[in-house]
């Protein structure tokens, strides 16, 4: 089996081709990218197609960069990002023209060309672009549910299909100021005072599915839902306010939409400090095994010392040490993505093993292709003279901490020991044999494990019984970090 490449480790890809739905949704994407474009050349002309283009290209060059900013800490896949941007300027475009216009025309003979007009635009079009739009996230929900890791990669895929949608429709508005005479209006409005209209829209959207894809439970088709709706009124808030109210109305609506990109703001600042935390939480786990030091959680755990790294990493050994650099880091940051996915019950124990053998062989291929480069490099910044996991991965990893198991309690009280290993995942349970370590006599076990040995003893008159210490855990476990509510004795993953 060929070896994976990093950018396939990262994508969550059990090989370095790219997954047939994908090349089929960008297929799909691209023919009705081009029925859409046949259809301006037909009712517009090239040339006014080519300066409507022109006009439009800007402003979507520019805002597809800020997602990409965004989306800087853990990035999407590519083909992923390329395959949103070009469902919106594709599927969803040639779907909203043709659903748009049938149900305009429907409505004509019941309610006058007017009516039927800013019916289709204040009802019939937030619901039909926000359903195609949504489309795609739900088919990411459904088929590549684990790379939506938070709210951030919800808001970064809806604002790519809605960059798409917006600059292909803006072309259209642009080719009919030409016309009409209002080409500097369309262009102030959709370009320069609401380029982030589509984007919002979807975002709420994108934030119910992220919603579903990191929770379990029945809560999640309601966020699905919830998000749905939420961003077909906001653009009905938009198309109607306008339509109904006209420059009052775009005043109203510019606030509110103002007011819900500000919170998308708060939602990104804060997500991108819980991928922060999962690092300091999860990653010092690791630490008995020799896959980091503490150094190295803390120098993983902190944006400007992640940059230092890669500095360091390009003045040792150029491009090849920082992109090697840059690699640990991310496949790091999964690492604790992963641990999150387990905690939430997100994903089998299979896929956590075989992702997280996969994360493991990226962090020991960048750590050679560094070392390749640069074999005998000073000691980096943030190690302060101590050992770093960078510098030596030991060949095999001991005391591993392992996917979070959800207990079942049995109705008819508890298992024996053979009942519940056969009900285990077969790679656990080899993971077990391989890792458990040989029987203690009865006398070395804990005082809570030794079979009882005559009628329980009582504590003397007026002394209350003794508690094991805060924090006690057996011995020869790791430290486990702390969970939401506080310490968890033992941690969530016994030792492998």
Known sequence: MPVLKPQSVLDGHSSNRTPVPLIVGLVVSGVCLLLAVAFYLLTGGPVNVGVGTLLALPTAIVLVGLILLVDRLEPEPRVNLVLSFGWGAGVAIIGALIVNSVTGALLVPSVGQVAAD???ASVVAPVVEESFKGSLLLYLLLVRRHEI???TDGIVYASM?????????NVLYYMRGIDDGSL???VLLRGVISPLGHPLYTSIIGLGVAYAATHSGPGRVFAVIGGWIGGILLHALWNGSLTLLGFPGMVIAYLVELLVLIVLVVVLIKDR???????GRYLPAYIPSGLVQPNDVQM?????GRRQARHWARAQAGNTGSRAMG???????????????AEKGTIAPHQFFARREAILALMRMARDAFFRRMPQPPPPPWAHEQPSGFFKIPAELKEMPTHKLRAQISPVGPRPPQARSAQRPPQERATQRLTQQPPQPPAAMPPRQQPPAGPPQQPPAGQPPQQPPLGHRP??????????????????????
């Open 118 to 120: 800013g019916i289709t």
């Open 149 to 151: 890791d938070g709210p």
């Open 161 to 169: 299909c809605g960059l798409g949608f917006a600059m292909v429709e």
């Open 184 to 186: 500097a209006f369309m």
């Open 273 to 279: 400090r819980r991928l922060v935390r999962l690092i």
């Open 300 to 304: 993983l755990g902190n944006m400007s």
């Open 327 to 341: 690699d640990y880091q991310l496949a790091a940051t999964e690492l604790a993505l992963l641990h999150a996915h």
């Open 475 to 496: 011995p020869g476990r790791p430290p486990q970090p702390p969970g939401p509510q506080g310490p968890r004795p033992g941690g969530p993953w016994p030792p492998r």
